[in-house]
C-alpha cells in the first residue's frame, strides 16, 4: 500500500475513475450481453410460435383444398352418371320413335283417329257400322295417310327428346345447387 500512497492525490482518484470507468463500461457491457442474450430467446420463440402457426394454418389449408377437391370428384361423378341415364333415355327413345316410322312405312301399323261425330248424311264414304271381324265397339275412327302418320311421329319424337333435354337440365341444375 506504500505504493498507492506515494502517488499524488489527483493521480490516485483519475486512476479510480478510470477503474470505475472499466468497471462500468464491463458492466454495461454485461448487462446488454444478458439483454441480448433474453430478447434473442424471447425471438426465436416467436420465430418458432410463426413458423408453428404458418405450418397450422398449411395444414389446415391443405386439408381444405383436399376436402373440395373430394367433394368435386364426387359432384363429377354423379354429373356423369346422371349424363350416362340422359343419353341412354335419348337413344332408347331414340330407338323406339325410329321403330315406329318403320312399322308406319311398311304399314305393319296405322295410325287412326276418332271422328268427331258420325252423320249418316255425310258424304264422307265411311261406314257406320262395324265390319265383319272386327271387334272394336266404339266411335268411328279414319285412318291417316303414312305421310301424315310419319310428319306427327316426327313431331312427337322431336317434343319428347325436348323433354329428355329438358328433365337432364333439369337434374343438372338440381346437381349443382343441392350441397353435399
Not at 408453428?52 to 398449411?58: K, Q
Not at 276418332?114 to 271387334?135: D, F, I, K, Q
Not at 310419319?150 to 323433354?163: E, K, S, Y
Not at 337440365?169 to 345447387?177: I, R
Request: glycine share 4%; hydrophobic share 40%; net charge positive.
Amino acid at each position: 500500500m506504500r505504493l498507492f500512497e506515494l502517488i499524488p492525490v489527483q493521480f490516485r482518484l483519475a486512476v479510480i475513475g478510470v477503474l470505475l470507468l472499466i468497471v462500468a463500461v464491463g458492466s454495461a457491457g454485461l448487462a446488454w450481453t444478458a439483454q441480448e442474450w433474453r430478447y434473442g430467446r424471447a425471438l426465436e420463440r416467436q420465430a418458432r410460435l410463426q413458423a408453428d402457426t404458418l405450418n397450422e394454418i398449411s395444414q389446415a389449408s391443405a386439408a381444405l383444398q383436399r376436402t373440395e377437391q373430394d367433394k368435386r370428384l364426387a359432384l363429377e361423378l354423379r354429373l356423369q352418371s346422371k349424363d350416362e341415364t340422359h343419353h341412354k333415355e335419348l337413344t332408347d327413345e331414340q330407338t323406339k320413335q325410329a321403330r315406329l316410322r318403320d312399322r308406319l312405312a311398311t304399314a305393319d301399323l296405322r295410325l287412326s283417329v276418332v271422328l268427331a261425330a258420325t252423320e249418316t248424311t255425310s258424304s264422307c264414304a265411311m261406314p257406320t257400322t262395324t265390319a265383319t271381324g272386327r271387334v272394336v265397339h266404339g266411335p268411328t275412327r279414319a285412318q291417316l295417310d303414312p305421310a301424315h302418320a310419319q310428319r306427327i311421329i316426327g313431331i312427337t319424337d322431336a317434343g319428347d327428346q325436348g323433354l329428355i333435354a329438358l328433365r337432364a337440365c333439369q337434374a343438372y341444375a338440381k346437381e349443382l345447387s343441392t350441397p353435399k
